[in-house]
Structure formats: structure tokens, C-alpha cells
């Protein structure tokens, strides 16, 4: 690709790009990872920029780095830049889109299915969910999957966010179930069930994380093959 590199809003350590990064390396796509705190590039002449998870709430003012970070969606957003956003990338693309952004009425954590109405973008699951929010669809949006809790997937002109995380591995799936036991006994599952569900999904989810990068990829390369 003649381009330069896409740009990956890590926001911690533990919450790393993993197979999205894989993925990149594979479909010759460049890609440069800030952390949180750093100095965002001006998204306008990259490619696409992705947010990843955090453990930060994406509605919370508070949080140190949030305003730069919406400073950047808004930028690409104002330009054309297609933005990936996953779990609290997908909330955070989600409030600058007019949607909302708050506590769900229950956390998902685990292995779980959610209802693709777009298995060419969202291959059916199961999907890795770790987040105690939700957000809502914001106008205009189409929604490509959802759970009994809320929208899963949606997508607006060229970006996509989504609640669940394609870009886990098994092994910092088994991190976050032994870190954040909390979590896991909040959503009413248990940290050997976790594991179990890494093992037995661990090669399908790759499979499925592939496809959804791709899709999105097929958008942002769009109007360049057109």
C-alpha cells in the first residue's frame, strides 16, 4: 500500500492491537500504535484510524486523555477518515456520532454469541465481550448485530464500531479473566469458563476477526478502487 500508516489508539497496556496487528501484517497494511497520553498524529491523511478497548468509560469527562482522543475522531470524522472502533472505541465513535454512551443494564463478560444481521461485516459468533457499557445507535446509523443488552455492531457511511472484541487472543483473554476476577463474578460467569471458551474458540475467532477486518478494509479501500 502507497499509504501511510494507519493509526491504533491503544489506551493500555493490557489492551493491546493483538490480532488486529496480526491481521495488518498480513494484508500488507501499515500501521503506527499510540498510546494513550501521547501526542495523536492528525488523522486526516491516514488511511483509517482504530480506538481500542480500555477500561475507561467513554462518557467520563474525566478521564485524562478522553478530549484529545475526541479531537482526533472528530477530525477524521470531518474528513472522511474511516474509523474502526472497538468496545470502548466503538462507544467513544459512537457519542461522536450524537449517540449515547452509559452503564448497560448488565456487563458482558465471556464468550457470547451475539445476532448478526450482517454476516458479511459480523460473522455470528461467539465473540469475546469484556465492558460494563453500552451504547446507543447513532442517527443514521445502520445496526449490524445486537444482544439482548444493546447494539453489538453498527456501521455509519464508512465506519464501524463494535461492542465486542475481534481483536483478543486467547491469552489476554485468560489475562483480563485472572486480573479483573470482579468483573467476571459481575457478569455471573467464572474465570475457568472464560478459559474453557478461549480453547474452544480461540481458532473460529480468528477466522471471524479476519473477516471483519477485511470488511472493513473493503470500505476504506473502496472509493479508491472505484
Do not use: K
Given at each position: ?58 462518557y ?17 470524522l ?27 443494564a ?6 457470547l ?9 459480523v460473522?455470528p ?46 491469552a ?20 475457568a ?34
Amino acid at each position: 500500500m502507497n499509504e501511510r500508516a494507519a493509526l491504533v489508539l491503544e489506551h493500555e497496556a493490557d489492551t493491546p492491537a493483538a490480532l488486529l496487528a496480526e491481521w495488518a501484517d498480513t494484508r500488507d497494511v501499515p500501521i503506527e500504535v499510540v498510546r494513550a497520553g501521547a501526542p495523536i498524529p492528525d488523522p486526516a491523511d491516514r488511511p483509517f484510524l482504530v480506538s481500542l478497548g480500555s477500561e475507561a468509560s467513554a462518557y467520563d469527562d474525566a478521564v485524562p486523555w478522553l478530549a484529545a482522543e475526541r479531537t482526533a475522531l472528530d477530525r477524521a470524522l470531518a474528513v472522511g477518515v474511516p474509523v474502526l472502533g472497538i468496545c470502548f472505541g466503538a462507544q467513544h465513535l459512537a457519542r461522536a456520532l450524537g449517540g449515547t454512551v452509559a452503564p448497560a443494564a448488565r456487563p458482558e463478560v465471556g464468550w457470547l454469541g451475539v445476532e448478526t444481521l450482517a454476516p458479511e461485516t459480523v460473522p455470528p459468533g461467539p465473540w469475546l465481550q469484556w465492558h460494563r457499557d453500552a451504547f446507543t445507535l447513532p442517527p443514521g446509523a445502520d445496526l449490524l448485530a445486537r444482544s439482548p443488552v444493546g447494539p453489538q455492531a453498527f456501521r455509519a457511511g464508512p465506519h464501524l464500531g463494535v461492542q465486542f472484541h475481534p481483536e483478543v487472543t486467547p491469552a489476554i483473554a485468560a489475562d483480563w479473566a485472572r486480573s479483573f476476577p470482579d468483573s467476571v463474578r459481575g457478569a455471573q460467569t467464572t474465570v475457568a469458563a472464560v478459559l474453557a471458551g478461549s480453547d474452544e474458540h480461540a481458532a473460529g475467532a480468528r477466522v471471524r476477526a479476519f473477516a471483519l477486518f477485511d470488511a472493513f478494509l473493503a470500505t476504506v479501500r473502496a472509493p479508491i478502487l472505484g
